[in-house]
DNA sequence: CTGAAAGCGCTTACAG
DNA sequence: CTGAAAGCGCTTACAG
């Protein structure tokens, strides 16, 4: 039974104290802790009881700065945390990195540049061996200057100007092909629901969909667009004054998970409320959402794994760290979508 | 535009290399980085152009060494980064820290207690001031030793012998109440579905629905009552055997987020097979989960605020490195659910 | 205002 | 096999 009321003083111990104890020199105590390699078992013993003890624990860092060793350490800063998208996405950083013997630092930026700036700084000053970032704006100050030799990944979104390795996913093909479903079905009248333009994939996700009409020489109209929703309740919002136009649409692409939850809840709420307005219209989610096949309209998903846009960001860090790190051209993957009729 | 072509060699630059280049002392230049007191201006500039020169980051870990502070981080230990559930409960407690100037290191364990030892010891050797704890199983010997001075919180379950503050919901209670609400519905054929007896969390739960079964005389019938569920697919398969039993329970008590999941999809999947056996179940769902209002039976949440969890967490631990750090009993918080029917 | 010396905790390289 | 010396990058404490 251990408790926390032992009254004991608060204090690391040392190797020096190990040593003290053991009755031993300090770099024998270091060597024994090390693995002991050329310690006389007897002495081991000794340290070994005396490191017992004292509770001693090696501290990583001096360890790693007088070895001259890297960190180990590789620094994960994402946008929303809460998010289970990219917890997914962390966790398939956090498998590769396991691969190298690496561990990951996570930070969460909450889609502010000013706190990414400070968390990006202070994991350079913890000298992880290199980032990966999803960034949260279009600003590259802090990305151009003063990450030094430390090797930068962007992942999910790029920044104009921070020409590094970089993992997106296919967002134009993915909106593109989403929208083609709709049409396909019949669809002319698609409203849009996207998060606001400054992001990098909720441009390139509208520029799909509008590829996507252009096959069927339409223009997006320009009520059916709603462009500013970073929430549910903005986006139930949005989905409300649609289903209120006098010629209401008929099918929505909803542009992330926030966009989609948002709009089939304000189905939900119709529904419920016996008033389906005009008729319920069919919805295209880009992202993937759990039980998605029990909603009462059709939906079909633009479907992707976080968990590989991490293990991919991972591997194009390593990479990086393996060779010359500033050898070879940036790379620049994409990773596909799938399109899945949850309910046809 | 920076790009990773530039041919530098790896290396971080350090103070020296600074003073160097600026023709000072190391101090000189050490004072200046530290923000200029008692340096004369034009020194300054000419450190500041070099560090500017070079890219220099300060090493934050061997700053910390050197002046005796602690490391300024946090270490958060949970069991699924993939779960918004505690990634929420991670944002509580990053919440928390910032107030404190610190940060957070987070770990996932993977509901696996060797991951989770080898997890606390690097933590722990790279000089955590604290650990937040989601503990894996009811192993307390990597708990009660090798923590050395480092206080532990443990947050959601504990761990029998490891007497240290600890953050829990009240999940008896909240299941209790849960059950009441079908019992008091009229449902007396009511089925448990959780997960494995060895999780704390688990057992609470049932016992809570247990004691509201024997407020009306009933105990569980061992035909309704499922335990071995830790992912949606097997207790979608669960719930399948269920409601294919000769008499089928008219309501489920589902004891986490991940078995409400995959009762829900097994009742989706008979209703689009027009194939609904007998009359749906309702439902009562210990944790919440999005969309709950759209189901197509009635759902009653157990709610609870994972955030808040990771706050209380980090509260308890602040108290304790703010004050002696062994000073006091350990405390035991147990934080409240609420209930809320979707759908009524 | 400036810098040489010493030391944070640890280990490499060198001498026994 | 064992340890005194030196140094990782930085800053405190002490002398000018």
Redesign the pocket.
């Known amino acids: 039974m251990v408790t926390q009321t032992d009254g004991e003083t608060s ?9 003290a104890l053991a ?12 693995g002991g ?8 013993d000794r340290v070994l009881e005396a490191v017992r003890a004292l509770g ?14 890297p960190s180990g350490l590789v620094g994960v800063a994402i946008t929303n945390l809460g998010n289970p998208y990219y917890g997914n996405f962390a966790l398939g950083v956090e498998e590769i990195a396991a691969t190298h013997g690496r561990r990951i630092v996570l930070g969460n930026t909450a889609e502010d540049t000013q706190r990414e700036r400070r968390l990006i700084a202070d994991l350079i000053g913890r000298q992880v061996e290199g980032l990966i970032l999803v960034p949260t704006g279009q600003e590259a100050a802090h990305l151009q200057h003063g990450l030094g030799d430390t090797p930068l990944v962007l992942a999910s979104r790029t920044v104009p100007g921070v020409d590094v390795d970089t993992v997106v996913l296919d967002d134009v093909g993915g909106a593109y092909r989403g929208t083609r479903v709709l049409l396909d079905g019949g669809h002319r009248r698609i409203a849009f629901l996207g998060n606001v333009t400054s992001v990098f994939t909720g441009r390139r996700r509208y520029a799909g969909f509008t590829r996507a009409l252009a096959e069927f020489d339409l223009v997006p109209d320009a009520t059916l667009v709603k462009r500013d929703q970073q929430d549910v309740e903005t986006a139930r919002r949005a989905m409300s004054d649609l289903l209120d136009l006098a010629d209401a649409p008929t099918a929505i692409f909803c542009a992330n998970n926030r966009n989609t939850i948002g709009a089939l809840k304000e189905i939900g709420a119709r529904i419920r409320a016996s008033n389906p307005a005009s008729g319920l219209p069919a919805i295209v989610s880009f992202d993937d959402f759990e039980l998605a096949e029990m909603m009462p309209v059709p939906v079909t998903v633009v479907d992707h794994d976080p968990r590989e846009l991490g293990r991919e960001a991972a591997r194009l860090l390593f990479t990086r760290l393996a060779g010359d790190r500033f050898a070879g051209p940036p790379r620049h993957v994409e990773l596909p979508t799938r399109i899945r009729v949850a309910r046809p």
Do not use: C, D, F, W
């Open positions: 204090h690391q111990p040392t190797v020096k104290e190990v040593a009755g031993v020199s300090p770099m024998t105590a270091s060597r024994t802790i090390a390699t050329n310690v006389r078992p007897e002495l081991q001693y624990r090696r501290n990583e860092n001096a360890r790693r700065m007088r070895a001259g060793e």
